[in-house]
Nanobody, 127 residues
Framework: QVQLVESGGGLVQAGGSLRLSCAASGRTFSSYAMGWFRQAPGKEREFVAAISWSGGSTYYADSVKGRFTISRDNAKNTVYLQMNSLKPEDTAVYYC????????????????????WGQGTQVTVSS
């Protein structure tokens, strides 16, 4: 089992940047592929970015491609989401999630495949 804690959210103006972190504790972090998801008020949770256990495979939603970068540091048990050129439509609660087993070697975009979730961190982008 793994526990996930997100940090780094906040209020930023459009065009600005934020870096989210997700710290993992418990089972060996490199046993998990990781993902970032977000949920805006009144909307369903949506995929943002994912990364395989080694970082060798990444995958992004079209809406963030070229602006966001997912990375991980297995020595620090942390996955990151660097968000640049932020837009008001990026406003949401951002969640990190972990999945192991058969999905370890993939960047997994399907939220239903993830086993563990953090509590989320709020990102607000003002226009």
């Amino acid at each position: 089992q793994v526990q996930l804690v997100e940090s780094g959210g906040g209020l930023v103006q459009a065009g600005g940047s934020l870096r989210l972190s997700c710290a993992a504790s418990g089972r060996t972090f490199s046993s998990y592929a990781m993902g970032w998801f977000r949920q805006a008020p009144g909307k369903e949770r949506e995929f943002v970015a994912a990364i395989s256990w080694s970082g060798g495979s990444t995958y992004y939603a079209d809406s963030v491609k070229g602006r966001f970068t997912i990375s991980r540091d297995n020595a620090k048990n942390t996955v990151y989401l660097q968000m640049n050129s932020l837009k008001p439509e990026d406003t949401a609660v951002y969640y990190c999630a972990a999945v192991s087993g058969d999905y370890l070697y993939r960047a997994v975009p399907e939220p239903e495949k993830y086993d563990y979730w953090g509590q989320g961190t709020q990102v607000t982008v003002s226009s």
